[in-house]
């Protein structure tokens, strides 16, 4: 029988279904994308979708609240249990949104905030030039050293002594090494500023243990609920007691109307999934493969911005190859194997053509490859970049990828029905 998509629409129902496809038959390298288990995309499809719940639980605007106050309130604990906050903030629809609520609690417009540049690996939201943020506050962007690809907490602390920003953000979205929370928080209360931490990239890696938590270092935490962390495409705020009416205020009324309680749903779903044995496993497992894949790239000769990963990212520098991340972007997309190309510290190439390309581990472990697999991952990488114009390789390694993808097909659990719960606990 068909579905009711089918049936009203087939035009949307088979791009759907060529979307499925190419998911399914493609190596999955952007670290911001993933997958979802089949009981996330389940509550992000329930009925859910049809209730206004403007408001707080307890504090909503419209009737009918029964049920949504009930999973609104289930989503925040989870949160707070596996992030150990005092307060989180569900409702954000994307972590740029969060990112700019967590900004709005704290200080004015403008007021100084003071981010990782965007070219040197830092997100828009941290204050880049096109982004709003830089038109609401002054922004100060803090670099990398070309030289290593790390951060220098000697050039951050001159700058925020010089600046004197309100904000300090720590957190980025193309840094492949851990960050230290603490000498950010440590820097931030020498000026007298607050701490922002936008762990979006790495929150799953955080919550497994794998990583050193902000939470405890910084004012507000900004997350999204997807990346590494494996749920739907929203947002989530954690902070301190004392910021939390702040920051519930930014959010709503502040930036916000009714939250979006499908994917809020499907967030406390996801929150359950990621307080199992089974998550940390996984969270393990996408660092070991990014250094699986690092080690084999570098191999192959291909230069690495810091040398290496301690994540679930990897950013290659491509000018010893002779070629922009575009292009080989462009190739890759070909051969089934999908990137993105971006730019690199000191990258001399405009952001629209860089010199790197940037690549992460967390969709390929969600569908069961390990370290054999990420070795072989960076040697059809190495191949394409090797045989950039030549069409046929470029094809034959598509032939090699879609069989490689033939035997990890994508999961649809990632935990054994039953056998945990929502009280479940490491």
């Known amino acids: 029988m068909k579905t009711a998509l089918e049936q009203y629409d087939p035009q949307i129902f088979e791009l759907i279904r060529q979307e499925e496809a190419r998911q399914s038959g493609s190596i999955r390298l952007i670290p911001s994308e993933n997958y979802v288990s089949k009981a996330v995309m389940q509550a992000s499809a329930s009925c859910m979708t049809n209730k206004y719940a403007e408001g707080y639980p307890g504090r909503r605007y419209y009737e009918g609240q029964q049920v949504t106050d009930l999973i609104e309130k289930m989503a925040q604990q989870r949160v707070k249990k596996l992030f150990k906050a005092d307060h989180a903030n569900v409702q954000p629809y994307s972590g740029s949104v969060a990112n700019l609520g967590a900004y709005t609690a704290l200080i004015n417009p403008g007021d100084t905030i003071m981010g990782m540049s965007l070219i040197h690996g830092g997100h828009l939201t941290h204050g880049w030039k096109v982004s709003v ?134 967030i406390a779903v996801a929150m359950a999934e990621a307080d199992t044995p089974e998550f940390v496993a996984y969270a393990k497992q996408v660092v070991k493969n990014a250094k699986a894949l690092a080690e084999r790239l570098l191999e192959h000769g291909f230069n690495l911005v810091s040398g290496g990963t301690d994540n679930h990212l990897i950013l290659l520098d491509l000018r010893n190859k002779n070629v922009r991340g575009k292009k080989v972007a462009k190739a890759l997309d070909r051969a089934r194997i999908v990137t993105n190309y971006n730019t690199i510290p000191g990258d001399p190439s405009p952001p629209a053509d860089p010199s790197g390309l940037r690549l992460g581990t967390p969709a390929i472990t969600t569908r069961g490859m390990k370290e054999p697999e990420a070795r072989q991952i960076a040697d059809f990488i190495n191949t394409v970049v090797e045989n950039i114009d030549n069409e046929a390789v470029i094809q034959n390694i598509g032939k090699e990828v879609l069989l490689l ?6 999961p649809e659990h990632f935990i054994i029905p039953n056998k945990h719960n929502a009280a479940s606990s490491r």
Not at 405 to 410: D, K, L
């Open 405 to 410: 993808c033939s035997q990890f097909p994508v």
């Open 133 to 266: 943020t830089s038109k609401f506050f002054k922004s100060v962007p803090y670099p990398v050293s070309t030289e290593t690809g790390r951060l220098d907490f000697n050039v951050i602390e001159e700058l925020a002594k010089e600046h004197r920003p309100k904000v300090i953000i720590s957190g980025a979205t193309a840094y492949p090494r851990e960050i230290d929370f603490e000498a950010f928080g440590t820097i931030a209360r020498d000026v007298g500023a607050y701490h922002v931490s936008d762990i979006a990239h790495i929150a799953g890696l955080v919550v497994a243990g794998i990583h050193k938590s902000p939470v405890p270092y910084a004012d507000i935490v900004s997350t999204t609920s997807h990346k590494t962390l494996r749920g739907p495409r929203g947002g989530m705020l954690l902070c301190k007691k004392e910021h939390a009416d702040a920051v519930d205020r930014a959010v709503f009324p502040g930036l916000q109307g009714g939250p979006h309680m499908h994917t809020l749903t499907a």
